[in-house]
């Protein structure tokens, strides 16, 4: 027989194991684009970057950052006022981030145009957004996550792994969640080593700078 407790540890592990994996997903994402707007050995390749600018509107804009807002955020309002404090910035954060959306495709679209002269503005808008995201994500995994495993109930986490599932959310249902994987492969095909797989094009196969570290994209999740 299952206790309670039992069962609220199963949902809260479902609901956390689904949140970690998108984490990840979209994290190997931004190291890849960081890398290759990085790595200046790599000639651009702007179909590419836009498919990335595309996954990354797509996913976290447009799926993730929803469910966090109208479902985990929205049960931790519920469960004790200690929550605003921490959700009130980071909702706005998933506001801003729309924005830079816009920011990253102004600048891929002048380096398109302009070329060489329009890399260092890409560049710039690229970094500000990664570096955006990893904090926010930072801020998270190590403040919103620990606080929902304090307070939520058992119907919260049913409720939030629910939302987060394929299943749950008519948002992210078989054709999006089909479109949403076939981008990611998309993506890895294209992109050069140690990014992806880089067998769609006759790219170069810089090896990776020192102190750095190349995500296991090829397992992430979305």
């Excluded at 994500?137 to 119907?155: S, Y």
């Amino acid at each position: 027989m299952i206790t309670s407790d039992g069962a609220r540890d199963s949902s809260r592990h479902d609901a956390l194991s689904i949140i970690h994996a998108e984490h990840r997903s979209l994290s190997a994402v931004l190291w890849s684009l960081n890398y290759l707007v990085r790595e200046t050995r790599i000639a651009p390749d702007f179909e590419l970057l836009s498919l990335m600018i595309d996954y990354i509107e797509m996913f976290p804009e447009r799926l993730h950052h929803p469910k966090e807002d109208q479902h985990l955020f929205a049960a931790l309002r519920r469960r004790t006022p200690d929550a605003e404090a921490v959700l009130q910035p980071l909702a706005a954060e998933h506001a801003r981030g729309a924005h830079m959306i816009d920011d990253l495709r102004f600048a891929l679209t002048r380096y398109r145009v302009a070329g060489e002269a329009g890399r260092a503005e890409f560049a710039t808008a690229v970094h500000a957004y990664v570096q955006f995201h990893w904090e926010h994500m930072r801020k998270e995994e190590e403040v919103v996550l620990p606080l929902a495993a304090r307070v939520l109930t058992q119907d919260d986490w049913q409720a939030i792994a629910a939302a987060f599932s394929e299943s749950g959310d008519p948002l992210i249902g078989p054709a999006a969640q089909t479109a949403l994987r076939a981008l990611f492969q998309t993506i890895l095909t294209l992109a050069p080593p140690p990014v992806g797989l880089g067998s769609a094009r006759d790219v170069s196969k810089p090896t990776a700078r020192s102190g750095g570290c190349a995500p296991e994209s090829s397992e992430a999740q979305v």
